[in-house]
């Protein structure tokens, strides 16, 4: 991995860090860019479609803050994504009519489906005439905020909305991998599985619930605008037209309440509306969005303004590389353009050969991070699509006492998912200019987020580890070995909430800090990978103890699901019928009854020199004799010393005794 740092607005009038604001003021303008020219091309597919209508406007919004020593713009675009280069250009325009330094604006998308394009992606070019109206617009629009600027109030606030947003990746069945448009056989997980399919087993990643605001007020009360932020991709038009999608509806909503109403996009990459847990749904933009206003109006009612607020902005530029194609990927990447000549691509395998051949001449990219903050509210800009766990990553340690983040802000790099998640492909992963980041382009990018926040802030992120249950931490109380929560946000490291510090390593595909067996609590899926522990287990006797949330359809391949081993010994798995097996060397224990699929169970395995005990759910289901205790330090959970003898499902909350 290579990238490079440049801090860039640190040192400029980075004014309102420390300084005691004066007068805050705050103004706000839209700017219409909806297409005068129709047909044209729309993106947010891998071909383009031409519609011949427009359901409602396409605009360009934007705030502008002056705290009396700092000021700086936030615009919202009602397009699918823009490119850094145009957006360099918007903001050097908008800061000869306004003064404010280019480092001070933040610009993104909303990231509608149903926009013309200003920027390439898979088989949709851009249209060059509309792009140059949008960059104009963008700078029209800051303008015009910045005239507008009066003495006003400004609060903030959150809620829950967790009806609104769900995780639209979801995990295959091992046996029901699907080739990429390479032809090899890699997802393990896939955007929109369709409702309850049988061939998914559950989502690859959380949701964010948050949806966050800030709303602005002149000092006689009036609204001067609003600026929104929620983790979900987008509705889509049926039918096919122009549109600014929810987002659109939502602004014109909220006009009486709020003024300018802006929805801004935020770590939605792995978002969506639809529940695939349950039966299909369906809504509409404008339905949609009604019942986001119907929200915001709620918590609106209860936020509480203040007259002053300290700004400030710090803007970091990075270097990553692409992943781009090797020698034999990129000959088939020519040798398929070469029988496709000059006409646009029209197939997966055409769009995706394409896309090499761009990664191949365009090998790293130079990205830029905001962060800014009002008063005690951070937010962050990625250049990108994220996860909604980097999201929730960011606002859990942001130092700052309310967190949102807004994606594809300031250009846009595709899909950025976090290292484990790359192991298990599927679209957001598949190098192309949507998805060529480097594999450590997203904890890079965290990274350098919260760095930001505290210098904003001036203080310490914080620790990020969800709060233990009460019986969690009961367990702690008692004397263990090693106690693993499975809250663990990122990385290959899961830690030992004991004092005794025995982290484990996570091998292969999982999937992180997805819905644990408590409300509110988390667990990892194990999808292919496993847990290994070295615990100093040296006596013939030990205890196991655990959640797990089966995965395990019948009859899938591999037949056996590994929950537990210990080292050539002792091994506790689910055969092809999905009943537990307990099994030490040629001797084994098996139960009667099969488990049913997705749903959480509770074991314990109670072992000592010549018996195993296994309770599930508290009660006893399997005993008898068995050989010897294996000697063996070494603990394996979602599989066992073979790395081709895994489980599939979730574990949590494993804890381990010496006795």
């Not at 448009?181 to 619930?209: E, V």
């Not at 359809?553 to 081993?565: E, K, Q």
């Not at 394996?636 to 499902?649: I, K, L, M, S």
Request: charged content about 25%; proline content about 7%; aromatic content about 8%.
């Amino acid at each position: 991995m290579r990238f490079a740092v440049v801090l860039l607005a640190a040192m400029l009038p980075l004014r309102g860090a420390s300084a005691v604001p004066r007068v805050f003021r705050a103004g706000a303008a839209e700017v219409d860019v909806t297409p005068k020219i129709m047909p044209i091309a729309i993106s947010g597919n891998f071909f383009p479609a031409y519609p011949s209508k427009v359901r409602g406007r396409l605009c360009a919004r934007a705030i502008v803050l002056d705290d009396g020593s700092t000021r700086l713009a936030i615009a919202v675009v009602d397009t699918l994504m823009m490119p850094r280069e145009m957006l360099d250009r918007a903001k050097l325009a908008a800061s000869h009519a306004t003064g404010i330094a280019p480092q001070f604006m933040l610009v993104s998308a909303t990231h509608t489906h149903s926009a013309p394009p200003v920027m390439g992606a898979l088989g949709t070019d851009p249209v060059p005439e509309y792009a140059t109206m949008v960059e104009t617009s963008i700078a029209q629009a800051i303008a015009a905020a910045a005239r507008n600027l009066i003495p006003a109030q400004v609060g903030w606030t959150s809620v829950e909305a967790p009806d609104h947003t769900h995780c639209r990746r979801w995990i295959l069945r091992p046996d029901k991998m699907r080739k990429d448009p390479f032809g090899s056989l890699t997802m393990r997980a896939n955007m929109h599985p369709g409702y309850q399919n049988p061939d998914f087993i559950g989502p690859a990643g959380p949701t964010d619930p948050e949806l966050s605001l800030v709303a602005f007020r002149a000092r006689d009360g009036r609204p001067i605008a609003l600026l929104a932020n929620y983790s979900m991709h987008y509705v889509g038009e049926r039918g096919g037209a122009v549109a600014p999608d929810y987002f659109g509806d939502f602004s014109e909503l909220l006009k009486p309440e709020a003024g300018i109403a802006i929805m801004s996009q935020g770590t939605a990459g792995d978002q969506h509306w639809m529940d695939y847990s349950r039966p299909k749904q369906t809504t509409d933009p404008s339905k949609y969005a009604e019942e986001m206003a119907a929200i915001v109006r709620q918590a609106l009612r209860g936020v509480r303004y203040q007259g002053t607020a300290l700004l400030g902005m710090l803007e970091t530029e990075i270097e990553l590389s692409r992943r781009a194609p090797d020698q034999a990927r990129l000959k088939w990447a020519r040798d398929v353009l070469a029988r496709l000549g000059d006409a646009p691509p029209r197939t997966m395998e055409q769009v995706y050969a394409r896309e090499q051949i761009m990664l191949h001449d365009e090998p790293s990219r130079r990205l830029k991070l905001q962060a800014l903050r009002i008063g005690d509210l951070g937010i962050t800009a990625f250049p990108a699509e994220v996860f909604a766990i980097t999201g929730l990553k960011i606002k859990a340690r942001s130092p700052f006492g309310h967190t949102f983040n807004i994606e594809l802000a300031n250009g846009a790099e595709g899909y950025i998912p976090p290292p484990e998640q790359h192991a298990l492909g599927g679209y957001t992963t598949w190098p192309a200019r949507t998805a060529g980041l480097e594999v450590k382009a997203e904890p890079v990018m965290a990274e350098q987020l919260l760095e930001m926040l505290e210098r904003l802030r001036g203080t310490k992120r914080r620790t990020a580890h969800e709060p233990l249950l009460e019986t969690a931490r009961a367990v702690l109380r008692s004397k263990l070995l090693a106690y693993w929560p499975l809250d663990d946000l990122e990385g290959t490291r899961l830690r030992d909430a004991s004092r005794n510090g025995y982290a484990a390593e996570a091998e292969g595909s999982v999937a992180l800090y997805l819905d644990g067996h408590a409300p509110r609590g988390r667990a990892i899926h194990f999808a292919g990978g496993r847990m290994r522990a070295d615990l100093p287990l040296s006596g013939d006797r030990y205890t196991v103890e655990f959640w797990f949330w089966n995965g395990m359809p019948t009859g899938m391949r591999p037949v056996t699901g590994y929950l537990f081993s210990r080292g050539e010994g002792d091994r506790l798995a689910l055969d092809g019928e999905g009943r537990l097996i307990f099994e030490n060397g040629g001797l084994a224990l098996r139960g009667e009854v099969p488990l049913v699929l997705r749903q959480w169970y509770h074991l314990k395995l109670i072992r000592t020199r010549n018996t195993a005990t296994i309770l599930l759910n508290d009660e006893p289901v399997l005993r008898g004799e068995v050989g010897l205790v294996p000697v063996s330090r070494r603990l394996w959970f979602g599989g066992c010393n073979r790395a081709d003898a895994t489980f599939e499902g979730k574990l949590d909350d494993i804890a381990v005794w010496a006795r």
